[in-house]
């Protein structure tokens, strides 16, 4: 049969590695086809290949069955192939109107026509159920938003090939779950849908068929209806993955962490973004803060972490006040939210971004000079030890990793620091199951070793398996202190939408700090 669009036998190399190896992907048309795969598989740039952003060595591209050459962006788009990326490509001072148009623009006399254009794309917006501002600037709107922003980019060119490369990685579940009704709202008119993901609940729910990659070589293609999540793992790894967090009973110890009357305002408008919040963690605990996001997580920990300044409120670390200069220095790890923004300098190498907190300590330093050998070698020790994949080992530039092996470098500081507190923001956003495996691994390990762990997530699966106890946060405030084995999914959800009245858990609400 003619496939809508084949690939067949695509080998691309970078310096080191062999990204696809001799790769071959078919799709139907109006199916969702899923591309399953570890970070570093390959997905993104075999995707990346059929948008014309890469060129293969070796292989094909055929569209209704005759072969293409795509040799940028703009041949994909004539063949009616668009592309939302992991990282969105959006202009973050121009409107929603003016980055959906943004090339394909119609002019008149030197003028833009913008009337038309905002016509046609509020039509497209009320047809897929994608509503949007047109006006608002995209620095304002939130990532869910700017995701519309880049599916309706795609739909305004008209394109019949929709590619999402990771496109759940930075959503809440609930834009999620609207992400999937749109996705099959797209097919349903015509589209043909190729997603690139690692989350096995999402392709039961969504997709079709399933093509798996891993180290860069085609492992096969199955129909997803006829395999369960576990073998899709073990597909995907080469091994059987535990699906659960296996960890011994809690033993908590003395108070590492403790936060009394925490309030940060916002500096546009006034209002406790965190409100008056409390709490403690424990030696030899895991405790997470659930909550929707925007419900004041990202203050909270900017504020602990010493990155803003809190309005009112105190922080204890082992009994000893802490301020927001010295928090780093006594004994407190981050793993950001945002391992771009915050958590990586992208230029630099895997070594100098694995000593960024410890540079200038007598094992890296000596009057002045860096230890060169001595940060290779941390490097090369970490590599192995956090099975960190990256094609030139530890002079390998950060920006050419995997997104998921630029988490592991991450983590692999942190951890290395030896701290007392862990404070790990979606350590897993974005990582294959065999990665969220070995990151759930390492946290229930530093709190083996009697350390603190502060987990904040997005993801209830891993609210409700990793942690000791649970503290809901919404508008700034914690509303309930609970314990995964005493409260159900349903439970959390109506403390995480505000909901007072939640038959079952009277006695955890008495709990709260």
């Known amino acids: 049969m003619d496939y809508l669009i084949e690939m067949a036998g695509i080998t691309k190399v970078f310096p080191g590695i062999v990204a696809n190896d001799d790769v071959t992907l078919q799709l139907k048309k109006g199916e969702i086809h899923a591309l399953l795969g570890e970070n570093g598989a390959g997905k993104s740039t075999l995707m990346s290949i059929l948008f014309g952003l890469y060129q293969a060595e070796k292989g094909e591209i055929k569209k ?21 990326h992991q990282h969105f490509k959006l202009v973050h001072n121009f409107t929603v109107l003016e980055n959906i148009i943004l090339g394909a623009e119609t002019v008149k006399r030197g003028v833009l026509e913008l009337d038309n254009a905002r016509a046609q794309v509020m039509e497209l917006s009320k047809r897929y159920k994608l509503e949007i501002n047109p006006d608002a600037l995209i620095s304002d709107i939130t990532v869910g938003m700017q995701q519309r922003v880049e599916i309706l980019k795609m739909l305004y060119r008209e394109n019949e090939i929709l590619i999402f490369d990771e496109p759940t990685a930075v959503l809440t579940p609930q834009e999620i779950e609207e992400l999937m009704h749109i996705m099959k709202n797209l097919v349903a008119e015509g589209k043909s849908i190729l997603f690139i993901t690692h989350k096995l609940n999402e392709i039961k729910a969504a997709a079709s068929r399933c093509t798996v990659l891993r180290k860069g070589k085609c492992i096969g293609t199955v129909d997803v209806a006829s395999v369960s999540k576990e073998e899709l793992s073990e597909m995907m790894v080469g091994r059987k993955v535990s699906l659960s967090v296996e960890k011994a ?72 006040e802490i301020t927001r200069a010295d928090i780093r220095s006594r004994g407190m790890s981050h793993i950001p939210e945002d391992r771009h923004k915050h958590g990586l300098v992208l230029d630099y190498n895997l070594a100098y971004n694995l000593v960024l907190q410890n540079y200038f300590t007598p094992k890296f330093q000596s009057r002045g000079f860096l230890k060169f050998h001595e940060i290779f070698a941390f490097a090369d020790n ?32 942190e951890i ?23 990151i759930h691994k390492q946290l229930v390990a530093e709190r083996s070793k009697g350390k603190g762990v502060l987990l904040v997530s997005l993801e209830l699966d891993e609210v409700m398996d990793v942690s000791d106890r649970i503290l809901v946060i919404f508008e700034g405030k914690i509303v309930a202190n609970v314990k995964p084995k005493e409260v159900s999914f349903q439970e959390l959800g109506l403390y995480m939408a505000g909901s007072s009245s939640c038959n079952g858990v009277t006695r955890a609400k008495r709990e709260v700090a």
Do not use: W
Not at 281 to 298: F, K, L, M, S, W
Not at 419 to 432: E, F, H, K, N
């Open 64 to 84: 209704n069955g005759a072969v293409v050459r795509i040799n940028g962006p703009n041949d994909a788009r004539k063949l009616g192939i668009g592309m939302v």
């Open 249 to 320: 009973e809690q033993q908590p110890g003395d108070v590492i962490l403790r936060v009394e009357n925490l309030t940060v305002n916002s500096k546009t408008h006034g209002k406790a973004l965190v409100n008056d919040a409390s709490f403690e963690v424990r030696a030899g605990e895991i405790v997470c803060i659930a909550g929707i996001d925007g419900n004041g997580q990202q203050e909270l920990v900017y504020a602990l972490a010493g990155m803003i300044e809190p309005d009112a409120g105190r922080i204890f670390l082992e009994e000893k």
């Open 416 to 438: 290395s620091r030896d701290s007392s507190l862990l404070i790990a923001v979606q350590p897993t956003r974005g990582l294959d199951v065999g990665a969220c495996e070995y």
């Open 382 to 413: 970490m590599i192995n030890s956090f099975d960190i994949r990256c094609g030139q080992g530890a002079r390998t530039v950060t920006r050419s990793m995997s997104g998921g092996n630029q988490q592991k470098a991450i983590i692999a500081r």
